[in-house]
């Protein structure tokens, strides 16, 4: 587990990120799948990427219920002179019992890559989570409402890898722990990766039967939506 630091490729990474970070902090706009531009991870946020779990509990509804393989997430974004999208990530799976109990695998998940202009330039790239998370969500009964993790969702086995390809070429973190890739400020990069992939308070709409969409809260910024088909 690494973060690059050479001197040249993070001077230039810190450039890249940095715009990164403008672009996915605080704006928001139509996703292909109905999604948002992340906000960034908070401090509360930060601080429970490494936490373990506190025994929440939850009921799912029976149409969430089951194991689910991600089909991608979506953003787009254009506010603050930035626009952009980012996309990918399939191949994560994820099971969710009556209980609520579940369990999300990024180690077969596709690279999310991104793609904005900023200030006259391209910055382009993509992420890759690896790694388990577990954790207990409550949602009504009804096929959409409310995914709400209960009591501290363990996000400390997940890893996140980081690779710039414009305006340079550089790899900013290499499977580093998600929560200290979360805190760093090498690159200033923290605020382009979600701290709490998939199992974070949102929105749920499974009443296509064997999709699932996760989104942000309805109405505020969020993290792009992912789409999951049924395994």
């Known amino acids: 587990m690494r973060i690059i630091g ?27 799948a109905g999604s948002s531009a992340s906000s960034g991870p908070s401090a ?9 779990p506190s025994g929440g509990t939850g009921s799912a509804a029976s149409c969430v219920v089951g194991n689910w393989k991600t089909t991608g997430v979506d953003g787009k974004f254009d506010s603050n002179g930035v626009n952009g999208s980012l996309s990918g990530g399939a191949g994560a799976t994820m099971n969710v019992a009556p209980d609520g109990k579940t369990t999300v695998n990024f180690d077969s998940m596709q690279p999310v890559t991104f793609n904005f202009a ?44 980081v690779d710039l390809t414009s305006p340079t070429t550089a790899r900013v973190a290499d499977k580093v722990p998600l929560a200290q890739f979360a805190g760093t400020n090498v690159a200033n990069a923290g605020n382009a990766v979600d701290a709490q992939p998939i199992l974070r308070k949102g929105t ?28």
């Open 118 to 161: 900023v200030a006259g330039g391209n910055v382009k790239g993509s992420f890759q989570y690896g790694g388990t998370v577990n954790g207990t969500v409550n949602t009504p009964s009804t096929p959409t409402g409310a995914w709400e993790p209960t009591g501290t969702v363990d996000f400390g086995k997940v890893t996140v890898t």
């Open 6 to 32: 050479k001197a040249t490729a993070v001077k230039a990474a810190m450039v890249a990120a940095a715009a990164m970070s403008i672009a996915l902090a605080g704006c928001s706009g139509e996703g292909t």
């Open 204 to 231: 749920y709409d499974c009443s296509s039967g064997n999709t699932l969409k996760l989104g942000p809260p309805a109405g505020t910024p969020g993290v792009g939506t992912w789409t999951l088909e049924k395994a």
């Open 44 to 52: 509360a946020d930060t601080a429970s990427a490494g936490s373990t």
